[in-house]
């Protein structure tokens, strides 16, 4: 071969490198292994000792992306509470970029909102509080009545839970059950525990129902809680339960991460939606679109509960769930977990002009008209149990941001509305901490600019569901 030939194809050589990279770099990050280590060789002790130093520091950073973001001052809505006493928070706590007003914002083009980087960094996706790790994490509330009645501790020594607790739902929730509308709350105002669930339940719902409940309340082995030396908790644990997360069959907001995406900064913070209606659902997880409730409780402890990787679960100690006599009993109960009482609705989901305020009811015409909420909400129960990618990437500049790769959201499912007020904070990663912040969200993306008092009559609209 000649000089020149050599040349030539060095030359050519060069450029396929290049243009491979470039591709790569379309592709986006990649990480070296699908899969978790196994064979942890680092002792217990050490992995204790150096993650509980840096708590402090991971829990810093967290919390100073929050305070850029958000008002996270308690302030509540006056009268206004959840099933029981809790008040719910008002106002846009999403922080505006300097000198925008909503309105200004409103009037600009997404492109133009990317390329002057004014997207409002509350509305950017919200990392999981320690997100190069992930995992389940619980409110403080949580783990303090599990230990008093279980003597299990929930607590991670390396991850705090971040979103203040006067944004979260309340605690103990209420439990409906839907053939047994006139109970009304069955927990009778105590979180529904291995402990407890029995005498509370019993002559209430049928055996098959009943051990449903139970296997419910069970713990199993999870990622961060089990047995073995790369968990999170100090002590060896029991693991955790469906209903850690879903309390009382609604919902905590604990938080974790979505098990469907590698690498680690491309997986998407989820917060625990609630249970309540799930009977009316055809598709569970937020992002994974699983058809049933079944397929959805038999895949949370098989792939969910170990971030999705089924290997490492062998050996943190899996446990598989029998179709026939254990998973279609938890769905069972599942399916029995009603939506709380909306006096101000008729049979079809719509106000009682008797019962409602002239604000809900301008609201509810706003809901169904130009706001165009029922393109994907639609009554009764609100929702139309698909898809949807709202693009938000049309927004933002890609931006690495607390180990979050931000990026978009891709398609998330229609949560149902009714009983909205109960459930902050919103979306599927819980970016949005009151029902105004929603409104200022999907005004925003979708564009349907909605005057202030739109806005407000909205909001008292959603509050009536």
């Known amino acids: 071969m000649t000089v020149a030939k050599i040349r030539k194809c060095l030359a050519g050589l060069a450029a396929a ?39 402090p520091e991971v829990t810093r950073e967290h919390m100073a992306l929050l305070n850029e973001r958000y008002d996270l001052s308690d302030r509540p809505a006056a009268g206004v509470t959840m099933d029981r006493t809790r008040p719910v928070q008002e106002g846009v706590r999403v922080k505006l970029p300097a000198g925008q007003t909503w309105e200004a914002l409103a009037n600009m083009s997404p492109e133009q909102i990317r390329d002057r980087n004014l997207f409002p960094k509350g509305f950017y996706p919200l990392p999981h509080p320690k997100h190069q790790e992930g995992g389940f994490v619980f409110p403080r509330f949580l783990i303090d009545e599990i230990k008093r009645q279980e003597a299990r501790d929930l607590t991670r020594f390396d991850v705090e839970y971040d979103i203040p607790d006067h ?20 927990s009778q105002g ?62 905590n907001k604990a938080t974790h991460l ?9 997986r998407h913070r989820i917060v625990t939606p609630t249970l309540r209606g799930v009977q009316i659902q055809r598709l569970f997880g937020s992002q994974r679109a699983l058809k049933t409730i079944e397929d ?44 709380p009482p909306a006096p101000k609705l008729d049979v079809f989901g719509r106000l009682d002009p008797s019962k409602a305020t002239p604000a809900e009811l301008r609201g509810q015409e706003i809901f169904f008209g130009k706001g165009r909420c029922d393109a994907c909400h639609t009554a009764p129960y609100y929702t139309d149990n698909l898809m949807h990618d709202l693009k938000t990437e049309r927004f933002f500049k890609p931006e690495m941001i607390n180990g979050l790769n931000e990026v978009g959201d891709g398609a998330i499912k229609t949560f149902p509305l009714r009983g909205i007020k109960n459930s902050p904070p919103y979306m599927h990663d819980g970016r949005l901490l009151t029902l105004d912040d929603t409104v200022e969200f999907f005004n925003l993306v979708l564009g349907t600019k909605l005057t202030g008092e739109e806005k407000h009559d909205l909001v008292a609209f959603l509050r009536t569901l």
Request: with cysteine.
């Open 190 to 251: 105590k979180l529904v525990t291995i402990n407890n669930y029995y005498e509370l339940f019993n002559g209430i719902i049928p055996p098959k129902q009943l051990e449903g409940l139970r296997l419910l309340l069970t713990a199993f082995p999870q990622q961060q809680f089990n047995l073995t030396e790369d968990r999170r908790s100090e002590l060896p644990s029991r693991g955790a339960t469906c209903f850690d997360c879903h309390s009382n069959g609604h919902t």
């Open 17 to 55: 490198t290049i243009a491979f990279g470039f591709a790569y770099a379309q592709q986006g990050p990649r990480g070296k292994s699908s899969y978790m280590p196994v064979d942890i060789t680092e002792p217990f002790s050490a992995i204790f000792a150096r993650l509980s130093a840096q708590k």
């Open 167 to 186: 944004f979260l739902p309340e605690f103990p929730p209420a439990m409906y059950l839907n053939q047994r509308t006139d109970l009304g709350d069955v």
């Open 258 to 266: 979505a098990p469907d995406a590698r690498p680690q900064e491309s």
């Open 296 to 339: 959805f409780t038999q895949f949370e402890q098989a792939g969910a509960y170990f971030d999705g990787d089924h290997v490492i679960a062998a050996k943190k100690g899996m446990n598989p769930l029998d179709r026939l006599t254990q998973v279609d009993l938890m769905a069972e109960f599942q399916e029995e977990l009603g939506f």
